[in-house]
């Protein structure tokens, strides 16, 4: 199976060591390292000090190695031109991980805790009853490693073949609403139970990359964060580019 059919397949596809990625990995740890320590983003320390979310916490640095390899002539060839990439979100747990998120109930902590606080990313909460809609569609998810780290230590949990269970429930609550309506729709019951089916048709895997290798997830792949049972004293640290679509929200649900 190539690596195309494996992504379109399973939703996600792990990439082999490459040293262009690990020469970007090499020179953005320490900045991620102080960017996780850095008071002036203090206000994306949750989990009670066991997960740095650190959401455009990570610079990118002009004067680094540029961020090449194979992963980035994958999504070249098959997904569509690469954008100007963001600043990166710095994703580094802790020991203890998962506690509660600030003002979190018993309820979304158990879902936390036993569900890997799985989601498809760009599906944000409004209002305080908790609801959802579809604010901020990704073209892909990349994944890179910034530290070794134990396969034990909070690994990326993936349902593979869920990206397909959510492309059919997205396309049915849209049913009938032009694309531009649908970051306002509301798809709470359709994403409750379309990740509800994943829990119980799709196979749950852990991903364990290194420092320049790389993983690279489909948009709409329900994903997570496992437990902490081992990690570095300075947490592992994993960037993560996801920009968002341009044009025609429409292509967040057309393959691939």
């Known amino acids: 199976m190539s690596l195309l059919d494996d992504f379109l397949t399973r939703g996600w596809v792990r990439f082999p060591a490459d040293d262009r990625i690990a020469a970007w990995a090499r020179h953005a740890a320490p900045a991620g390292a102080a960017a996780a320590g850095d008071p002036a983003h203090a206000q994306w320390m949750d989990c009670e000090n066991t997960w740095f979310i650190g959401v455009d916490a990570l610079p990118n640095d002009a004067d680094g190695p540029p961020l090449e390899g194979a992963p980035l002539d994958f999504i070249a060839r098959h997904l569509g031109p690469v954008p100007p990439l963001h600043k990166a979100q710095l994703s580094v747990v802790y020991p203890g991980y998962p506690r509660p998120r600030a003002g979190e109930s018993e309820a979304a902590f158990r879902y936390r805790a036993k569900r890997d606080a799985a989601h498809v990313d760009g599906v944000k ?12 569609p990704h073209a892909w998810v990349l994944g890179l490693p910034l530290n070794d780290a134990e396969p034990e230590a909070a690994p990326l949990v993936v349902w593979e073949g869920s990206h397909e269970v959510m492309r059919r429930a997205f396309a049915a609550a849209f049913d009938g ?25 799709c196979k ?32 592992r640290m ?19």
């Open 125 to 136: 909460m409004f209002t305080e009853g908790r609801r959802r809609r579809v604010e901020e």
């Open 177 to 201: 609403l032009p694309p531009q309506d649908w970051p306002q729709a509301d798809v709470t019951e359709a994403y409750t139970a379309a990740r509800k089916e994943v829990f119980e048709t």
């Open 204 to 235: 749950r895997v852990t991903v364990h990359a290194r420092p320049g290798e790389a993983y690279l997830m489909h948009r709409l792949v329900l994903h997570g964060v496992a437990p902490w049972a081992e990690a570095p004293a300075e947490g």
């Open 238 to 256: 994993i960037a993560y580019f996801r920009p968002c679509l341009t044009g025609v929200m429409a292509h967040w649900l057309q393959a691939p």
